[in-house]
C-alpha cells in the first residue's frame, strides 16, 4: 500500500486484485463442485454410499472395513490424470 489508504498499487482502487490468492484460488478440487448427489467409495473394498449433501465423504468411514471413504467423482478425475 504505497499510500496506506487501502487503493493497492498503482492507485488501482479496492477490487482490483485478481483475488486469486495462493494456489490459484481454485480451492479443494480444482473448482470441480461435484453437487450434492453422487457416491463416496472406499478404496479398499469398494463399498459405496450415497454421498450426503453437507458431509464430506472423507469424514466416513467405511461401514465393511473401517478406512476413510473419497468422493467417487474425486477418485475418477485423479485416476485419468
Not at 450434492?36 to 468411514?61: E, M, Y
Amino acid at each position: 500500500m504505497p499510500r496506506e489508504d487501502g487503493t493497492g498499487p498503482a492507485g488501482g482502487g479496492p477490487g482490483s486484485g485478481k483475488g486469486l490468492g495462493r494456489g490459484g484460488g481454485r480451492g479443494r478440487n480444482n473448482g470441480g463442485a461435484y453437487g450434492p448427489s453422487g457416491f463416496c467409495v472406499c478404496l479398499g473394498c469398494n463399498t459405496r454410499l450415497p454421498h450426503q449433501s453437507g458431509q464430506a465423504c472423507t469424514s466416513i468411514k467405511c461401514p465393511n472395513c473401517g478406512r476413510t471413504m473419497i468422493r467417487e467423482e474425486l477418485y475418477n478425475d485423479r485416476k485419468q490424470s
